[in-house]
Each structure stands twice: as C-alpha cells, then as structure tokens.
C-alpha cells in the first residue's frame, strides 16, 4: 500500500486547492471537529490516570511507598501491600513469555518463510481467531479442563523431575500459578506471532536473495539474513506481548487461586494486580479499601503503559509502516 | 567431507521446516480443543428456552439467558453510539489533516491506550460513572465499551481513508468542492466497506469484555428498562454462572459461552474473508 509521505500530505491533503482563498466556515468547523475527536485519546490518557490517582489518595497517604514492599494484604485489619500482587503478576507474566516466546517466534517464522504456501493464508486466519477467544471463555476453558489436566499430569510430572529446583516443590494447588502462566501464554501468542509476521514479511526480498545466492539453505538464509535483520522488531513484538500478559484479567481470575500471598513455588496458588481488583473490586466495602484496589490499578497502568510505550518505540523505529495491532 | 556437510545442512533445513511446523501447529491446538470442549458441553444446553427464558435462581434447573443476549447488543449498541464517532472522525483527522508530529503523538497515545488493561477502563469508569450515579447501570457498561473502541476503530479508520487515492481529493478540489464535503461524501463513502470492517472488529473485540463490566454493570436477572439499571450480558453472566457449584448452570456457561465465541468468531471470519483482497 503507498504510504504517502509526511509532506506530500500536508501539501496535498491539508488543504488541496490554496489559491481558492480561505477555508470556509464548513471546512474550519469541520477541521476542528475532527482534531477534537483525535486528540481525545490525550485526553482519555490524562483522564485514567487522574481519575486512578485521585480515586487512591487515602491508601497513598496512608501507606506510602511502602505499598509497593509491604507483603501483607489484609482488608479484615485495613493493612493493605502490594507485594503479593506484583510478584504474581510478574511470575506468571515470566512463565507466559518463557512459554510464548520460543512458540510464537517459531511460529511466525514457518509462517513467513518455511511453510507452503498454500497454508499460510488458513493458518494465519487460526492464529487470529485465537486471538479473538474472549478471555472468560478462555478463563472457563482453563478452569474446568486446563487446571485438572495441569494438576494430573504436568505438575507431577514436573515435580518428579524437576522438584530439585525449589520453584517445582511443595503441594500442587487445583488452581495455581503455573495454571495461570499458561493461560497467558496462550493469550499473548497470537499477539507476538502476528506482529512477528509483520515484521518478518518487512524484511526486504534482497536480503534473503543475497543470502540464497551465498549458497545457504532454506533454513539458513531464514537465520542468518532474516532473524538477524528483524531481530529488534521481533524484541518490539515481545514486548508488546508482555504488555498484554502483565494486564490479562478474567482467565487468570479464574485459573490463579486468588490467595495473596508470595508463594514458594509454581503450583501454589496466587493472585495478581488485575485478578486482585477483578476479585475484590465489588466487593470492596469501605473507602481505604477501594482506595488500595485503585492504587493496584495506579500501578497496573503505570507499568503496562511504560511497557507498551517501550513495544512501540522499538516497532516504530524498526518498522515505520507497520499496520495498528488489535 | 563437502558432501557429507552439505547434506547435513540440508538435512538441519528440513528439520527446522519440521519443527516449526510442529511449533504452529502446538500454537492452534488450544483453538481446537477450547472449540471442542465448548461444542461438546455446550450444545447440549442448546434449546428454545436457552434464548428465550431469563436467568434461573442458582440451583435450580431451567431458565435462560435471553436477557444477557440481549443484553449483550444493547451494550454493543450504546458502546458503539460514543466510540463509533469519536473513533472515525479522530481516524479522518490522523488521514487528512494535522500535521505529521501531532498525528504521530496521536497514534502513539491511541497505541497505548490500546494496551490499557481492560480492568482498569472499568476502575475509571466505576469512578467516573457509577460512584457519582450511586448505581452500577447500562450506561456505565455502554460507556466503558465505548471508550475501549475508540483507539480501535480510529486506527482502523485511518488506515483504509489512507488507501483513497489522492487523485479523488484533487479531482473534487477541481470542482470546487469544499474540503468537508469532499471528505464526508467521496472520501469516507470510498472507504466505507473499510470502515465499516474495522468497526466490526472493534465490536468483536468488545464483545467478550467481562472486566471492565465487573464494577459498571454486573448482571441482572431481570430484564433491563432503564439505563439507569443494571443490564446483563452475555460474558458476566457466563463468568457468573461457571463459577457456581451447580451442574446446570455451568451446563448453561458452557452454552453461554459456545453462542458468544461463535458471535465472535462468526464476525471475525466474515471480515477476514471480506478484507482477504487487501493482504
């Protein structure tokens, strides 16, 4: 698709046709309604994270720095920390991405470059459907066949080879962490190997030509002269899956155990920021409450936006002409 | 020896090939077998009342979930009224004017907002909404929906306004068609069908929100006559209902959740195959 250049816009688009004298008043009124509707996506970003600041101020007040340390997360006493929260959320986002990375890259790959063509086209249109399982059905899914399975197979089998490393031990919990690493896992896979895709296709042909005319294999020229080239779009992308793991709310609601407590180990059950305020939001009867779950919120936002701004900049500037991901 | 390393180049190629393919395919299996286990428990639950009864008391057998699909609509439908707008016009904007600093700052804050966990545009709206309302209503629901489109659609909309060619500017230009009128009746109605394809996506993304609808408008087992009210919706109610100990209404989560991923995926795949040209 021609992608028309920043300045060949402003002098074509802005306004086509100068030498007719002024923008009219339609066309002024019309401008600025639509530069009002654009730019409210500033004002929904200032708008979230004010109304999450305000909405928190007593547990900030309260609490201090020390939210984000205090591992003590007791709403029958008032004391409110967040550290439970935070540490789950960044184990199962861990497990996710160690699962996903490998899978998607791979995946993307075999779609771009090793596979026949004649599959690219349904695969790719599986992996977006895959995408589009909405989360609860994905949570339900994994509640009453992944979570079972897990803790048949998996989880023993993982202990029994594994249980030398103190992650493996201890009792195996119906719903746990690791349940819940791999619910994300399959959340952000389509997310990683679709951008991935993109990426990979923007490689230019030569690259891959120059590399066949070296002599190498299929294989090799898809290492040496692809993965090299894409690699920092292909970090963008993981990181863009991580943004959606650290946030993914509903399946791992239902697949964690909701227990705030730093477990030990992987088949304990656990809780994260989004499952918390998911679980307890409703709930929540007094204002410290509900200002603590805000405050979990404050932090959910802070870091999904710094990730996600971070997935950007790195497609951005690896692929300016990458289409919007959903 | 050369012989003998070629081969085994070309051997690790066609294992790599193998392997990939095996990853892909490891990758689509949870499609399936979620697929699978939705058709297998959730047909059975399948029947007239399923559509037409409202939600039973917990424990007891019967009823449906026709207020929650029709729930689901009116949410989509409310949701659409603020972010179809927004979401457009913002995209003719980043297509037709600005300049290229401020349309990159705006792509950029629309990208993030995109990755915006959905539970937290519920948290904001619970503030922003149903605290000053004193009340958990449908139009706190339609209003966190429609939020959530708008960094969707307004992407979508820019990119196919972009793929106008210029050429239609100019030639209306000639005419001495005004520059909004060029826009709203040539441009936009050129890019309709695009339009139109990435609104669908929105709502197909939207659809199967459960967290943001948490806090704004959890369930209702009655019907819902007022925005002011509660209204249920097909991904709460499936949400509520798989988690009670009660065989049948997990029974009824599993058909629940079978009509909502086949409304998804029915939307997605239409769209895929109506846009395939494009790819």
Partial sequence: ?326 | MDAANHSLRKFTSGLMQAVTCGCALLVIAPLAFVFYHLLKQGVGSLNWNFFTKLPAVPGESGGGMANAIVGTLELLLLASLIGVPIGVFGGVYLSEYGSSRLNRWIRFAADVLNGVPSIIWGMVVWVLVVKPMHTQSALAGGIVLGLMMIPLIMRTSEEVLLLVPNGYREAAAALGISQWRTIVQIIMRTALKGIVTGVLLALARIAGETAPLIFTTPGNTFWNHSLTDPINSLPYQIFYYSTLPYDDQVRQAWAGALVLLLLVTAINVSVRVLTRDRR
């Fill in chain 1, 1 to 326: 698709m021609p992608t028309p250049t920043a300045t060949q816009k402003s002098v074509d688009r802005a306004n086509p046709a100068p030498h007719l004298g002024e923008f009219h008043f339609g066309d002024r009124a019309f401008k600025w309604f639509t530069l009002s509707m654009a730019t409210s996506v500033f004002l929904l970003i200032v708008l979230i994270g004010v109304k999450l600041a305000s909405g928190s101020t007593l547990s900030i007040q309260k609490f201090g720095w020390g939210f984000l340390t205090s591992s003590t997360w007791d709403p029958g006493h008032g004391v409110y920390g967040a550290l439970p929260f935070i540490y789950g959320t960044v184990v199962s986002s861990a497990i996710a991405l160690f699962i996903a990375v490998p899978l998607s890259i791979t995946t993307a790959v075999f779609l771009t470059e090793l596979a026949p063509l004649w599959l690219r086209q349904p695969l790719t249109i599986f992996i977006e459907l895959l995408a589009a399982i909405p989360s609860v059905i994905l949570g339900m899914w994994g509640f009453y066949v992944l979570c079972p399975w897990l803790q048949a197979h998996l989880c023993p089998w993982l202990k029994s080879s594994l249980g030398f490393i103190p992650f493996f031990q201890g009792p195996i919990a119906p719903r746990n962490l690791l349940a819940a690493g791999v619910i994300i896992a399959i959340m952000i896979i389509p997310i990683i190997t679709s951008v991935s895709r993109e990426i990979l296709r923007s490689v230019p042909g030569l690259q891959r030509e120059a590399a066949y005319a070296l002599g190498a294999t299929r294989w090799e020229v898809t290492r040496i002269a692809v993965l090299n080239y894409a690699r920092k779009g292909i970090i963008g992308a993981v990181i863009l899956g991580l943004g959606r793991a650290l946030g993914e709310t509903m399946a791992v609601t239902m697949v964690i155990g909701n227990d705030p407590k730093i477990p030990k180990a992987l088949f304990a059950s656990a809780d994260t920021l989004a499952s918390v305020v998911a679980n307890q939001f409703g709930g929540a009867d007094n204002e410290l409450y509900q200002h603590a779950l805000l405050e979990i919120g404050l932090v959910l936002l802070g870091v999904t936006i710094i990730v996600n701004s971070l997935a950007q900049l790195l497609l951005k500037f690896t692929n300016p002409g990458l289409k919007p991901q959903h």
